[in-house]
């Protein structure tokens, strides 16, 4: 059986080994708005491949790039949601995300079509994330 990218399988621990950082440290990075996992019916945290994705993508942010947590979120704000999604563009004038917020769609709960957490981890902008570096403006502003 082969594990897909957005498949939340790892607890909080494995995900912290693989990562080779501390819970707390992965704890934080959740508590940022970085990433989104999927929460149990008991509150359990499972990781998903592309949640281990972006911590990797934003630990080469900070240590190669130097870049803060919030420059970071920033830079993930500027994935373009609305259109990644393709969502009505009727609608988009009445969502809260775009345009008028520092932080990626993910973190701020008020994203439209955001039903759940679990939205999230098969969204085709929170997959993104983890690509952020690789992604020039003109992609972003073609996507």
């Known amino acids: 059986m082969r594990i897909t990218d957005p498949e939340p399988v790892f607890s909080i621990g494995s995900a912290a080994r693989k ?30 491949l592309n949640d281990l994705r972006i911590v990797e993508t934003a630990q080469l942010l900070i240590h190669e790039d130097g870049l803060n947590f919030a420059g970071i979120r920033r830079l993930m704000a500027f994935l373009p949601c609305w259109k990644i999604r393709g969502c009505d563009p009727n609608l988009y004038h009445t969502c809260k995300v775009p345009c008028i917020n520092d932080n990626p769609c993910w973190s701020t709960g008020l994203a439209l079509w955001r039903k759940c957490e679990e939205d999230c981890q098969n969204c085709s902008v929170y997959k993104m994330a983890s690509q952020i570096r690789k992604i020039s403006i003109q992609n972003l502003i073609a996507a």
Do not use: A, D, F
């Open 19 to 48: 990562l080779q950082i501390s819970i707390p440290t992965l704890r934080l990075y959740e508590k940022e708005g970085l990433i989104c996992p999927m929460r149990t019916s008991t509150h359990r945290r499972l990781y998903s």
